[in-house]
């Protein structure tokens, strides 16, 4: 369940009244998931089921579930409740902003190849989400499709210097122009990193990454 707070502190101004009525309602609704300054990640569609007066915020519920949940919370498992909580928003809401904000940290595009199509690239986790990698730009590269399946296959990995290195059998292997130019090419050429400092990646989480690709190769 994801809250979003009232306009100023009247119950009653007119926009805290709108939102009340399409919560009546159940009116399917965008939120707006702030990712930097001027961008935002839309979520969609999402539904308001409660408001917490004390708190001066409104309850939304991701999907259908969500809501049932939220109409039967005095009924069902609290466990229960919460392990699908944080299952959807996860799923809705951590993954799309975490995207986001790999991307944009990268300049929308591959940082390995420099491919600039946005609908091509993903948010590659460095410690995998699996593994308790957390959402964070520090822990995401921005990658196309064939450069994060490498990564995440272990072709390809990424020293903590930086550095790509392929395995050493795909390096050897012989077969058409996208191994020899999209894959082999990489060998040895540096990743590029966002112009923030701050969202350079964990030293020590590509360092954790290299042992496992070392281990694999």
């Known amino acids: 369940m ?20 399409a919560m009546e309602a159940r009116l399917p609704l965008i939120y ?26 409104f309850v939304v519920a991701l999907d259908e579930v ?13 466990a229960t409740r919460r392990e699908y909580a944080e299952r959807a928003t996860k799923v809705r809401v951590h993954q799309p902003v975490f995207r986001s904000v790999v991307l944009d940290a990268y300049g929308h595009r591959c940082a390995l190849c420099n491919l600039r199509h946005r609908e091509l690239l993903d948010a590659a986790h460095i410690r995998a989400d699996a593994d308790g990698g957390e959402p ?11 450069h994060h399946a490498a990564y995440d296959s272990d072709i390809l990995g990424i020293r903590p210097d930086r550095v790509i290195r392929l395995r050493s059998d795909v390096l050897m292997e012989q077969d058409g122009p996208t191994l020899r130019y ?9 990743m590029q990193v966002p112009r923030r400092r ?6 020590d989480l590509l360092e954790e990454r290299w042992d496992r690709f070392k281990q694999s190769a």
């Open 136 to 146: 964070v730009v520090t822990n995401g590269i921005s990658m196309c499709k064939i």
């Open 32 to 57: 707006f998931r702030a990712i930097a300054k001027g961008l935002y990640e839309p979520i969609f569609p999402v539904t308001l089921v409660g408001e917490e007066v004390a708190a001066r915020q």
């Open 198 to 203: 701050a969202a350079h990646p964990s030293v």
């Open 182 to 190: 999209s894959l082999q090419g990489l060998h040895g050429e540096q």
């Open 2 to 21: 994801l809250r979003y707070k009232w306009e100023g502190t009247d119950p009653d101004h007119y926009r805290n009244r709108g939102m009340r009525l």
């Open 66 to 78: 969500s809501a049932g949940y939220w109409d039967n919370r005095n009924v069902i498992d609290l």
